[in-house]
């Protein structure tokens, strides 16, 4: 055994901490309890049959590139046929823009990577993504948050935040978002929100990192424009995946962003793992040439709208009045706001008791806020365990605010 280990590693490791969400997740692996906590899609949609005929399509015929290295850009096909579907939204970019990425999370640590410098500052979100935020860490980022309200993260108040950062010779290295279906919250943010904040980062030079998993997973209402495409002066770092609209295991995610941007991501991206897998991105590639990923992609939706509207259906049966929750037109998740007196962290004890469990809210808070707030998921479980659990839960809940009032 290595002597001392604690002296031997970096600074960065030492200030990091290991995930909650991941550290509640092996809580619920237990098999009695019924788990709101993970992103998790549902496996039973996973289009195995056809990937199974596309895979083996691909290593008979051309197993030569696909089990081969590939470059650092990433599979040339897929990056064509993912710039084509943007460019069928309207949006002007070019292969030369894009780049696959070992999902979205290695897009988030890329991004930190380039611009952080430990002691950097980097505003995002209250609360936000908290795998995010702990890309930011790694690095040494000090995070500023911004708080949100129904349309998301507030531009006054941003542009007060960079103005007393300013003040202080603090220059952000960029700006964290979600716009749609934002993890945790829920919220989207509405076009002319999103072109203020467009607005106050061209008005102080910012960069804004925008990241959007959950874009495609639109129940209602109408899409709105990414900041990519209302951004007039390249200052956006877009990124998007498959995890949520196609299968999490491939890992196949992207990047988008200028060609200046997008070379230091591809340097940096060489340093951390040469290339994302080829056989997956060859696999993904002919998947999309073939049309089942659109297929695939409406069944998802389908399937995650009527888990919605029935976890919703059943919250407004089960929960006491003194419960509220965000009720958004897509994404994978519900945010529930109890009354000011709980602690959702002291609940998570009796709601395991009652075997259920959920992200506490505070978890995406950087700053320790939130502590009345969580975060379910909707979209793993079945209808049945989904009704359950939100029984369950809200027993604990009746519970705790009954031992907190009497
Ligand atoms: N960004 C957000 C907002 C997320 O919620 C997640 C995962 N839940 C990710 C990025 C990372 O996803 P992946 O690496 O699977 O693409």
Redesign the pocket.
């Known amino acids: 055994m290595v002597n001392e280990l604690e002296n031997l590693l970096s600074n960065n490791i030492k200030g990091m901490k290991r995930s909650a969400i991941r550290e509640i997740l092996k809580l619920t692996q237990r098999p009695e309890i019924i788990s709101f906590a993970g992103?998790l899609p549902d496996p039973t949609l996973f289009p195995t049959e056809e990937l199974a005929e596309v895979s083996s399509e691909v290593l008979k015929t051309e197993g030569a590139l696909a089990l081969q290295y590939g470059t650092t850009e990433g599979d040339a096909l897929l990056r064509k046929l993912l710039v084509e579907r943007y460019q069928k939204q309207g949006i002007n970019i070019e292969e030369k823009n894009l780049i696959i990425t070992t999902?979205?999370?290695q897009g988030?640590d890329l991004t930190a990577k380039v611009f952080i410098n430990p002691g950097d500052t980097i505003i995002c979100g209250l609360p936000s993504?908290l795998?995010?935020l702990s890309a930011f860490l790694s690095y040494g980022a000090n995070l500023e948050g911004i708080e949100l309200d129904q349309y998301g993260m507030r531009s006054d108040l941003l542009e007060e935040k960079v103005v007393e950062l300013a003040n202080k010779g603090i220059h952000p290295k960029f700006i964290y978002t979600?716009p749609d279906f934002q993890?945790p919250t829920g919220i989207t943010m509405p076009e002319w929100r999103r072109l203020e904040i467009i607005a106050v980062a061209e008005k102080y030079n910012l960069i804004i990192l925008e990241?959007c998993?959950y874009r495609d997973v639109r129940f209602e209402g109408a899409a709105q424009k990414t900041m990519l495409e209302l951004d007039k002066s390249q200052r956006i770092i877009h990124l998007g995946?498959f995890?949520k609209v196609f299968v999490?295991g491939f890992r196949i995610?992207w990047a988008i962003a200028s060609e200046e941007i997008l070379d230091k991501i591809v340097v940096a991206k060489q340093a951390t793992d040469l290339c994302t897998p080829a056989f997956v991105q060859r696999i993904s590639a002919r998947f999309i040439e073939k049309g089942l990923f659109d297929k695939n992609l409406s069944v998802i939706i389908n399937a995650y709208k009527a888990k919605q509207q029935h976890f919703i259906k059943c919250l407004k049966e089960y929960m006491p009045s003194e419960v509220s929750w965000i009720n958004p037109e897509g994404g994978l998740f519900i945010f529930l706001t109890l009354p000011e007196f709980i602690d959702t962290t002291e609940l998570f004890q009796t709601a395991i008791e009652e075997k259920v469990a959920y992200v506490p809210g505070s978890t995406f808070y950087y700053n320790g806020e939130g502590r009345n707030t969580m975060r379910l998921n909707f979209s793993f479980m079945s209808l049945e365990k989904n009704e359950e659990g939100i029984k369950r839960l809200a027993t604990a809940i009746k519970k705790e605010i009954a031992a907190k009032t009497k």
Do not use: F, K
């Open positions: 992103g999902a979205s999370q988030l993504y795998g995010a979600i993890n990241d998993p995946t995890s999490p995610g």
